[in-house]
């Protein structure tokens, strides 16, 4: 050995005398041994010693038998580590199936809520905005699960064209997911404003202000991202091939040490998941309230009416106040489903902010197709809460597709001013 590896010799066993007894030598912390090898290189003129440190160190571990310990933390472990590791490797079946019934569902969603008779209502507005934003997470979800989990696994290949995508794929999956946040807050809010103040609602709650609803919820969500745009880059890696050659993997990463990391933290955890769950706990809490009230308030006036024109005047009230509690339980529903997605994220990203790099990486990247999972659901199950919940929406769906299904069998007749314009020589407007 040179004298410049004896005198690193000299250092590393100093080092483990310093430590105590020699099996607390033995698990001496890496990063320690690091820090001491490039202190010492930055001592020396000699340009060659990079070189010099990697067999120093190869020869250090070697001869003194030293069992290098990296820095680990215990978060997250036990046997439901496991069981998410195990969904883990089946999730790219499972979203790919989510996502294509998704996208149907949605899609469907749409059609009946643009409807004549479901779009006059602004609170149908707002489920059709969130559906059009549910149809485009999922479609841009189905891309990014194929190559991820069913081609990258096969091909090990990371290309700069991935790593670009992978970056379009996390800002605008976020973008367009928080915008769904938004109008869902929009939603609990505009039925909470409908029912405490019912006798004003037609001055509250107006198209216009619809609008502006749902024009915010989807500006506000670039503005809230703009620190994970900043904060995540591509990054590069050498790497050998499956034949030794060198070559680049081309990986989508962040810095973790700067103070614009944390703040992307807080950022996400606080204002965009945390601050939205707390407020639709307490709005979803009102209205479990406010439909326990009108039931009892129903059986008051059932128990109390006994003149006729008062029993027709309470069943009239009483239909009004069922499609008014239906409505509201299907919000409800929806509601309480987004809070069951999104409240896990939330506190995962807050934790990961206050117990730094090392919860994020053991717990937030564990959890991470797990939470896919329950937003892709989420976005996908609104039309069956629609259809159990909604009987206005069921008549109309089966008007939509009773109107597909017989216009493909019924002849074209021409109707009495088609036969008119005939007549005159004159040709209808289509």
Same mark, same amino acid.
């Given at each position: 050995?040179? *004298?410049?590896?004896?005198?690193?010799?000299?250092?590393?066993?100093? +080092?483990?005398? !310093? %430590?105590?007894?020699? %099996?607390d030598s033995r698990t001496i912390n890496e990063t320690k041994i690091l820090s001491v090898m490039k202190e010492q290189a930055s001592k020396e003129k000699n340009e060659d010693f990079g070189s010099v440190l990697v067999k120093v160190f190869s020869d250090v571990q070697n001869k003194l038998n030293l069992g290098l310990k990296p820095e680990t933390c215990g978060y997250c472990e036990g046997d439901f580590r496991d069981v998410v590791e195990a969904y883990n490797r089946i999730h790219g079946y499972i979203s790919l199936i989510v996502c294509t019934i998704g996208v149907l569902a949605n899609t469907m969603n749409v059609a009946v809520l643009t409807r004549r008779d479901m779009a !006059?209502?602004?609170i149908n507005r707002l489920l059709k905005w969130l559906a059009v934003a549910d149809v485009f997470v999922m479609l841009e979800y189905v891309p990014f699960s194929i190559y991820k989990y069913l081609i990258l696994p096969e091909k090990l290949d990371f290309p700069y064209s991935w790593a670009m995508y992978l970056l379009f794929h996390m800002h605008f999956a976020q973008i367009l997911h928080t915008a769904s946040i938004c109008l869902t807050l929009s939603l609990a809010i505009w039925r909470y404003i409908a029912i405490k103040y019912s006798d004003r609602s037609h001055i509250l709650c107006t198209e216009r202000r619809c609008s +502006?609803? +749902?024009?915010? %919820?989807?500006?506000l969500p670039p503005i809230l991202c703009i620190p994970t745009f900043m904060v995540f880059d591509i990054h590069t890696k050498n790497v050998t091939d499956?034949?030794?050659n060198p070559d680049i993997a081309y990986h989508v990463d962040s810095d973790s040490q700067g103070t614009l990391y944390q703040v992307n933290f807080w950022v996400h955890a606080v204002l965009i998941k945390l601050l939205p769950c707390s407020i639709l706990t307490v709005i979803s809490m009102w209205l479990i309230r406010a439909l326990y009230s009108a039931n009892q308030h129903?059986?008051?006036?059932?128990n109390y009416s006994t003149c006729p024109a008062a029993e027709k005047m309470v069943k009239r009230q009483h239909k009004a106040d069922k499609r008014t509690d239906r409505t509201t339980k299907m919000l409800l529903a929806v509601l309480l489903l987004f809070l069951v997605t999104e409240l896990p994220q939330g506190i995962l990203g807050l934790m990961s902010g206050l117990l730094g790099l090392c919860f994020f990486k053991r717990c937030y990247g564990l959890f991470g197709e797990?939470?896919?999972?329950?937003?892709?659901? *989420?976005? !996908? +199950? *609104?039309?069956?809460?629609?259809c159990s919940m909604s009987r206005q929406?069921?008549?109309t769906f089966r008007q939509l597709v009773l109107q597909q299904n017989l216009a493909r069998f019924m002849p074209t007749t021409a109707s009495h001013s088609d036969s008119h314009n005939q007549n005159t020589g004159k040709t209808s407007v289509p």
């Open positions: 050995m040179s *004298n410049k590896s004896q005198t690193l010799m000299d250092i590393f066993q100093e +080092i483990l005398a !310093a %430590s105590g007894n020699s %099996s !006059a209502a602004p +502006i609803a +749902i024009l915010t %919820s989807f500006l499956a034949y030794g129903q059986r008051n006036l059932r797990l939470m896919d999972f329950l937003a892709l659901l *989420n976005g !996908a +199950i *609104n039309f069956v809460l629609y929406f069921r008549q």
